[in-house]
């Protein structure tokens, strides 16, 4: 299932691209694609350097407290597939990077995320019995306890 997403994924994604880039063009011209295009990665760059930065220390500060850095490590990911994003050209691709990018929607995505993991975790921790390949496999050991 995660396979025929990720096809999907990697086939799509270039088309849409390709015709966004097409619509920008002929609305606004080549020359004017080109550069928004080169300007939206230089901020993009910019913009991931800062927050990467700023991640970076919230780490270290959470760490240094004794504190879990639950937050600084979701946030650490966001900025590192978001940047991930930014570095492929294209107008959608950038638009997701900076959604998890930006210091003002990150947090945002970031509960989004939460509630994902958290779910998946628990359905992988406590597995279901309604679905195939809900949980870890479970095996029954048939003994008897002895006491010492």
Do not use: C, H
Not at 19 to 47: D, F, N, Y
Not at 82 to 91: C, R
């Amino acid at each position: 299932m995660r396979a025929r997403w990720l096809l999907v994924a990697f086939l799509l994604m270039p088309v849409i691209e390709i015709a966004v880039i097409i619509q920008v063009g002929q609305q606004i011209g080549t020359a004017w694609t080109v550069a928004l295009l080169l300007g939206m990665g230089v901020l993009g760059a910019w913009v991931v350097k800062r927050e990467g930065r700023r991640a970076w220390l919230d780490l270290q500060g959470a760490i240094e407290n004794g504190q879990p850095p639950a937050r600084e490590l979701v946030d650490s990911a966001l900025i590192l597939v978001g940047g991930t994003l930014m570095l492929t050209p294209g107008f959608v691709t950038d638009i997701f990077g900076f959604l998890l990018v930006l210091p003002f929607t990150r947090p945002f995505v970031r509960r989004i995320a939460q509630v994902w993991l958290a779910k998946r975790a628990t359905t992988y921790i406590i597995g279901t019995t309604d679905r195939p390949g809900g949980g870890p496999p479970r095996t029954v050991v048939p003994g008897e306890i002895v006491d010492d």
